[in-house]
């Protein structure tokens, strides 16, 4: 995802939960700045999802969706934050995909 002040943004789902093989969404999200170069699938979700994200220099910290549509909780808890703006882009988008189950990727 890269956001409009063209940053480039990996966003990692904190759980790959199934339920009799259908996909479950989570509602907690980590937010990483996508290097240069990189791919989103660069490090594994197991790396980027250890108790220690927050000691990555590209990890912007965690989007909650408290209540899908009403109530979010964004924790900045890594090196560095995104904006207010920044982080409602990051809802934009991940609402979308979230309300558009024809766009998940389901292999």
């Not at 979010?72 to 995104?82: E, I, N, P, R, S």
């Not at 809802?91 to 024809?102: D, F, T, V």
Request: proline letters at 7%; a negative charge; aromatic letters at 10%.
């Amino acid at each position: 995802m890269r956001l409009e002040t063209d940053l480039p943004l990996k966003i990692v789902p904190d759980s790959d939960a199934h339920v009799d093989g259908h996909p479950v969404l989570t509602y907690s999200y980590s937010i990483y700045r996508q290097q240069q170069g990189n791919t989103p699938f660069d490090e594994s979700p197991e790396e980027l999802l250890i108790p220690e994200k927050t000691n990555n220099k590209d990890y912007l910290g965690t989007l909650k969706f408290e209540q899908p549509g009403k109530l979010f909780h964004y924790v900045a808890d890594g090196q560095d934050a995104l904006s207010s703006r920044e982080i409602e882009e990051v809802i934009e988008h991940l609402s979308h995909y979230r309300n558009s189950p024809q766009m998940w990727s389901i292999e």
